[in-house]
C-alpha cells in the first residue's frame, strides 16, 4: 500500500531520483534549491551513493558528465543563472549520447534578478540551450507529487534516448509543501552496453562528441536529429481540462497552471466555457492538441510567468486564425487566478 | 593482441607500448605531447591498467589523446576534465582516470577544476603538459606565458604591466593538502624524458594506492608556435622555461615516499 506523506517540492524531486537508483548528485548551492541539495547531502552517503557539493556549477556538470558517462543514473539541480553556466557541459553530453537529470528551479532574470520564481528559462530548456543542434525533453510539474513522479520519468527517458533530460520548475513549486503518494523504488536498471567503465576483456570505448572530419560529423547529428524526432513522435505529454466544450483554452504550466485551475474552475461556475491545456512536456510541445483545439474555433489564453515565452509555441501550434491572449508575470511575481480570471471575462 | 608490428623482432631495445595502438599522432614536428603521451602509454603497461584506466581528453593539442591508448575514454569540455575524473573516481574507485591537459586549458579556463580537484585530494592523475602558449588556437598567450615572449597575441612581446606574470602552477598547487605527488619535470634531453616516466609512473601509483593526486607539470615543446626548429625546441626550454619553472618535486607526501623505492629508473 502506498502511504500519503507531506513534501516540499524540491525535496520530492530528491526523493523521486533516490527511487530511481540516481547513484550519483553534484550540485551548487543557488536559491530557491538550497533544500535538494541539503537533502541529497544527507540521504545519498547514508544509502552508500555518491554525493558531492561542487565548487561551481561547471564543475557539477561535468561531473554529471564523468558519472553519467560511467553509466551511473545521476543528476545535478540548480537555478537559472547556474543553469545558464551549465549549458556547454549539457551540450557536450547530447552530443556524447549521454543520458542524465538536471533540475532547473527557475527563478527570475535576467542577470541577477531576483529569488522569486519565474518561468523565464522556457527558451532555454526548450530549444536545447547550449551551442549546437540539439534537443532535451522538458518535464513540467505542476504540483509536488508530479515533482516526484516527472523526476522519476525523467531518469528513464534520458536512458532511454540516451540524452540530458530536464525537469523544469519554477521557485514557487519548488518550494511548495503538499501531500503526495509516495511512489516504489525502480527495481532494475537498464544495462548500458555503451559505458565506460573500464575495458575488462572486451574491446575499448569511447564517448566523446568530437568528429574532426566533416563527413562523419553531419552523419552523427543526423543521427541525433533521428532521436529529437523520435520524442517528438512519441513523448508528448499533457493534461487536458474540460476542453470538450471549450470555447476558450487556457494554456499553462507549472505554477501558472494552478493559477489557471482556479481561474477555469470559477469561470465554469459562472457558465464561461473554459478549459486547460497543461503542457507536461514543453519539449517535445503538445503541438498537435492545440491545432485540433484550433480547428474547431477555440480562443486561447496564454499563462505564464515570463514574457511570453511559451506564447510562441502556441502561436505556431495555433496559427493566425485563433485569438490568443497572454496573460503573465514576470520578475518574480507569482501569477494569480484573479488575474487569468480578468482575461476570461473580457475575451467571452 | 600484440601491436608491436614491425617493432617486434628479436633483439628489439625500444618498442611502442602494448596499450598503444600503430596510428600516427596528429602533433606537430617536435612537438613535446607525443613523447608525454609514450610515456604515460610505458606507464599504463607495467602497472597494467588496461582494465582499469580511463583517458579522459581534455581541449588543446592533447584533445585527441584517447586515440591512443587502447583504454576506455572520453573527453572533457576545455578546463574541465579534472571534474569529470573525479566524478568517474568517486562514481567507479576500482577504475582509474587520467588526464593530460595544456596550459590553457588547466591554469587558465580551468583552474577551478585542478585547484578544488587538487585540494579533495581526489585520486586521480593530470598530466599538466606546459608549453608556454595555446598550442592548438594558434600560439595566443597563456598564463604560463614568459615574460618578453612572443605570441600571436602579444606580437611585441608578454609585457608585466599589461599582461601580469605567468603562473607557477606546481608550486601554487603545492600549498595544498590534497596532493599527494606534485613534480615539474621537462622533456628537453634523453636523461630528463627518463626523470619524467619515473614521476609519471609516481603520479600514478600514488592516487592507485589512495593517497590523492598525482600531479606532473611537463615542460614540453611547442617549436611551431615558438618559432624554433624542432632540434632547437629543448634548448630552448632550457634557456627559456627552466628559469621561470625550476624542475623537481614540490609535495612528496610520506607514504609516496615509501611507493617510490618501486619505481624504477
Ligand atoms: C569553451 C572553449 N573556449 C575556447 C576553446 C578554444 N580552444 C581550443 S584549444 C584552446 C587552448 C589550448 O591551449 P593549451 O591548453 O595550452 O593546450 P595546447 O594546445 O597548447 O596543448 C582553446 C582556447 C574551446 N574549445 N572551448
Ligand atoms: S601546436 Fe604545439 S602543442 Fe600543438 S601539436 Fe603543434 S607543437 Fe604540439
Redesign the pocket.
Same mark, same amino acid.
Given at each position: 500500500m502506498s502511504e500519503r506523506t507531506l513534501m516540499g517540492g524540491n525535496i520530492a524531486i530528491a526523493e523521486g531520483a533516490i527511487l530511481a537508483g540516481c547513484g550519483a548528485y553534484f550540485g551548487y548551492p543557488i536559491t530557491p534549491q538550497n533544500d535538494l541539495l541539503e537533502h541529497m547531502s544527507v540521504r545519498l552517503p547514508a544509502m552508500g551513493r555518491v554525493f558531492l557539493q561542487t565548487e561551481s556549477e561547471l564543475a557539477a556538470i561535468n561531473m554529471v558528465y564523468g558519472a553519467a558517462a560511467t553509466g551511473v543514473r545521476c543528476m545535478t539541480s540548480t537555478s537559472s543563472p547556474g543553469f545558464s553556466l551549465q549549458q556547454?557541459g549539457i551540450s557536450y553530453m547530447a552530443g556524447a549520447e549521454v543520458p542524465c537529470v538536471v533540475a532547473n528551479i527557475m527563478r527570475a532574470g535576467p542577470g541577477l534578478g531576483n529569488i522569486g520564481g519565474a518561468q523565464g528559462d522556457y527558451m532555454q530548456c526548450t530549444r536545447g540551450g547550449g551551442h549546437g543542434d540539439y534537443y532535451l525533453i522538458t518535464l513540467a510539474p505542476a504540483s509536488v507529487q508530479e515533482m516526484m513522479d516527472l523526476t522519476m520519468l525523467a531518469f528513464e527517458l534520458a536512458d532511454k534516448y540516451r540524452n540530458p533530460t530536464l525537469v523544469m520548475a519554477d521557485g514557487f513549486l519548488g518550494q511548495s509543501v503538499e501531500s503526495i503518494v509516495m511512489r516504489e523504488p525502480v527495481k532494475s536498471l537498464p544495462p548500458k552496453d555503451w559505458a565506460i567503465d573500464g575495458a575488462r576483456g572486451r574491446d575499448r570505448r569511447l564517448i566523446n562528441s568530437f568528429e574532426m572530419n566533416p563527413i562523419d560529423h553531419p552523419k552523427r547529428i543526423r543521427l541525433l536529429l533521428e532521436k529529437y524526432e523520435r520524442m517528438r513522435l512519441e513523448e508528448v505529454r499533457y493534461e487536458g481540462m474540460l476542453l470538450d466544450d471549450a470555447e476558450i483554452v487556457i494554456v499553462a504550466y507549472g505554477s501558472a497552471a494552478r493559477a489557471a485551475m482556479t481561474a477555469m474552475n470559477r469561470a465554469r461556475k459562472n457558465n464561461f466555457k473554459v478549459g486547460l491545456l497543461r503542457p507536461i512536456t514543453v519539449f517535445p510541445f503538445p503541438s498537435q492538441v492545440l491545432s485540433d483545439l484550433a480547428e474547431k474555433g477555440s480562443k486561447f489564453i496564454v499563462a505564464e510567468m515570463s514574457s511570453g515565452q511559451m506564447l510562441e509555441d502556441v502561436r505556431i501550434s495555433v496559427g493566425n486564425q485563433n485569438e490568443i491572449k497572454l496573460v503573465n508575470t514576470y520578475g518574480g511575481v507569482p501569477l494569480t487566478p484573479d488575474m487569468i480570471f480578468e482575461a476570461i471575462d473580457l475575451m467571452s | 593482441m600484440s601491436n608491436r608490428g614491425i617493432n617486434d623482432m628479436d633483439n628489439a631495445i625500444f618498442r611502442r607500448p602494448d596499450i598503444m595502438p600503430d596510428r600516427a599522432t596528429h602533433f606537430c614536428p617536435g612537438c613535446g605531447?607525443g613523447i608525454t603521451q609514450r610515456l604515460i602509454g610505458e606507464v599504463l603497461d607495467d602497472l597494467r591498467l588496461r582494465d582499469k584506466a580511463i583517458c579522459v581528453g581534455?581541449? &588543446? @593539442?592533447?584533445?585527441t589523446s584517447y586515440l591512443y591508448y587502447d583504454v576506455d575514454g572520453t573527453e572533457a569540455?576545455? +578546463?574541465r576534465a579534472p571534474a569529470v575524473a573525479t566524478a568517474i573516481k568517486r562514481c567507479h574507485p576500482d577504475l582509474h582516470p587520467f588526464a593530460i591537459? +595544456?596550459? &590553457?586549458?588547466? %591554469?587558465?579556463?580551468g583552474m577551478a577544476e585542478i585547484v578544488h580537484a587538487a585540494a579533495r585530494g581526489e585520486n586521480i592523475t593530470i598530466i599538466f %603538459? *606546459? *608549453?608556454a *602558449?595555446? +598550442?592548438? $588556437?594558434g600560439g595566443?598567450l %597563456?598564463p $604560463?606565458t614568459l615574460v618578453g615572449m612572443y605570441t600571436s597575441s602579444t606580437i611585441a612581446g608578454r609585457k608585466e604591466d599589461r599582461h601580469g606574470f605567468p603562473i607557477r602552477v606546481s608550486e601554487m598547487l603545492a600549498t595544498l593538502d590534497g596532493p599527494a605527488y606534485i613534480s615539474r619535470v621537462s622533456l628537453h634531453n634523453p636523461a630528463n624524458v627518463r626523470k619524467a616516466r619515473k614521476a609519471i609512473e609516481i603520479a600514478f601509483r600514488a592516487p592507485l594506492e589512495g593517497l590523492g593526486m598525482g600531479f606532473v607539470e611537463v615542460l614540453?615543446m @611547442?617549436p611551431i608556435?615558438w618559432k624554433v626548429e624542432p632540434v632547437n625546441a629543448p634548448q630552448w626550454i632550457v634557456d627559456n622555461m627552466i628559469p621561470q619553472y625550476p624542475l623537481g618535486e614540490f609535495k612528496c607526501k610520506p607514504e609516496v615516499e615509501e611507493l617510490k623505492k618501486a619505481v624504477r629508473g
Amino acid at each position: 500500500m502506498s502511504e500519503r506523506t507531506l513534501m516540499g517540492g524540491n525535496i520530492a524531486i530528491a526523493e523521486g531520483a533516490i527511487l530511481a537508483g540516481c547513484g550519483a548528485y553534484f550540485g551548487y548551492p543557488i536559491t530557491p534549491q538550497n533544500d535538494l541539495l541539503e537533502h541529497m547531502s544527507v540521504r545519498l552517503p547514508a544509502m552508500g551513493r555518491v554525493f558531492l557539493q561542487t565548487e561551481s556549477e561547471l564543475a557539477a556538470i561535468n561531473m554529471v558528465y564523468g558519472a553519467a558517462a560511467t553509466g551511473v543514473r545521476c543528476m545535478t539541480s540548480t537555478s537559472s543563472p547556474g543553469f545558464s553556466l551549465q549549458q556547454e557541459g549539457i551540450s557536450y553530453m547530447a552530443g556524447a549520447e549521454v543520458p542524465c537529470v538536471v533540475a532547473n528551479i527557475m527563478r527570475a532574470g535576467p542577470g541577477l534578478g531576483n529569488i522569486g520564481g519565474a518561468q523565464g528559462d522556457y527558451m532555454q530548456c526548450t530549444r536545447g540551450g547550449g551551442h549546437g543542434d540539439y534537443y532535451l525533453i522538458t518535464l513540467a510539474p505542476a504540483s509536488v507529487q508530479e515533482m516526484m513522479d516527472l523526476t522519476m520519468l525523467a531518469f528513464e527517458l534520458a536512458d532511454k534516448y540516451r540524452n540530458p533530460t530536464l525537469v523544469m520548475a519554477d521557485g514557487f513549486l519548488g518550494q511548495s509543501v503538499e501531500s503526495i503518494v509516495m511512489r516504489e523504488p525502480v527495481k532494475s536498471l537498464p544495462p548500458k552496453d555503451w559505458a565506460i567503465d573500464g575495458a575488462r576483456g572486451r574491446d575499448r570505448r569511447l564517448i566523446n562528441s568530437f568528429e574532426m572530419n566533416p563527413i562523419d560529423h553531419p552523419k552523427r547529428i543526423r543521427l541525433l536529429l533521428e532521436k529529437y524526432e523520435r520524442m517528438r513522435l512519441e513523448e508528448v505529454r499533457y493534461e487536458g481540462m474540460l476542453l470538450d466544450d471549450a470555447e476558450i483554452v487556457i494554456v499553462a504550466y507549472g505554477s501558472a497552471a494552478r493559477a489557471a485551475m482556479t481561474a477555469m474552475n470559477r469561470a465554469r461556475k459562472n457558465n464561461f466555457k473554459v478549459g486547460l491545456l497543461r503542457p507536461i512536456t514543453v519539449f517535445p510541445f503538445p503541438s498537435q492538441v492545440l491545432s485540433d483545439l484550433a480547428e474547431k474555433g477555440s480562443k486561447f489564453i496564454v499563462a505564464e510567468m515570463s514574457s511570453g515565452q511559451m506564447l510562441e509555441d502556441v502561436r505556431i501550434s495555433v496559427g493566425n486564425q485563433n485569438e490568443i491572449k497572454l496573460v503573465n508575470t514576470y520578475g518574480g511575481v507569482p501569477l494569480t487566478p484573479d488575474m487569468i480570471f480578468e482575461a476570461i471575462d473580457l475575451m467571452s | 593482441m600484440s601491436n608491436r608490428g614491425i617493432n617486434d623482432m628479436d633483439n628489439a631495445i625500444f618498442r611502442r607500448p602494448d596499450i598503444m595502438p600503430d596510428r600516427a599522432t596528429h602533433f606537430c614536428p617536435g612537438c613535446g605531447h607525443g613523447i608525454t603521451q609514450r610515456l604515460i602509454g610505458e606507464v599504463l603497461d607495467d602497472l597494467r591498467l588496461r582494465d582499469k584506466a580511463i583517458c579522459v581528453g581534455s581541449i &588543446g @593539442c592533447t584533445v585527441t589523446s584517447y586515440l591512443y591508448y587502447d583504454v576506455d575514454g572520453t573527453e572533457a569540455p576545455h +578546463g574541465r576534465a579534472p571534474a569529470v575524473a573525479t566524478a568517474i573516481k568517486r562514481c567507479h574507485p576500482d577504475l582509474h582516470p587520467f588526464a593530460i591537459q +595544456g596550459d &590553457g586549458d588547466l %591554469a587558465s579556463i580551468g583552474m577551478a577544476e585542478i585547484v578544488h580537484a587538487a585540494a579533495r585530494g581526489e585520486n586521480i592523475t593530470i598530466i599538466f %603538459a *606546459n *608549453n608556454a *602558449n595555446y +598550442g592548438m $588556437t594558434g600560439g595566443q598567450l %597563456a598564463p $604560463t606565458t614568459l615574460v618578453g615572449m612572443y605570441t600571436s597575441s602579444t606580437i611585441a612581446g608578454r609585457k608585466e604591466d599589461r599582461h601580469g606574470f605567468p603562473i607557477r602552477v606546481s608550486e601554487m598547487l603545492a600549498t595544498l593538502d590534497g596532493p599527494a605527488y606534485i613534480s615539474r619535470v621537462s622533456l628537453h634531453n634523453p636523461a630528463n624524458v627518463r626523470k619524467a616516466r619515473k614521476a609519471i609512473e609516481i603520479a600514478f601509483r600514488a592516487p592507485l594506492e589512495g593517497l590523492g593526486m598525482g600531479f606532473v607539470e611537463v615542460l614540453s615543446m @611547442c617549436p611551431i608556435n615558438w618559432k624554433v626548429e624542432p632540434v632547437n625546441a629543448p634548448q630552448w626550454i632550457v634557456d627559456n622555461m627552466i628559469p621561470q619553472y625550476p624542475l623537481g618535486e614540490f609535495k612528496c607526501k610520506p607514504e609516496v615516499e615509501e611507493l617510490k623505492k618501486a619505481v624504477r629508473g
